[in-house]
């Protein structure tokens, strides 16, 4: 199984999906999620469980991983 993203480059999100971001909602939270796509799963795969684990969160978590 490939799980590739074209918002991630060099192991980091690009700036539009996260602090960075024009798209905050009024809590400033970003509102653009990743993109990804899963391909060469097993033939009898049901179901996907992605978890993001954003390090560059900690400004805004005040120290703790963002888990996406």
Request: proline share 6%.
């Amino acid at each position: 199984m490939q799980l590739t993203s074209t918002g991630i480059h060099n192991g980091y999100f690009d700036d539009i999906y996260g602090g960075y971001s024009d798209a905050l909602n009024e809590i400033g939270m970003p509102t653009y999620s990743i993109p990804f796509i899963i391909e060469q799963a097993p033939a009898d795969t049901v179901t996907y469980a992605a978890i993001f684990y954003d390090l560059d969160a900690y400004e805004v978590t005040k120290g703790f991983p963002w888990i996406h």
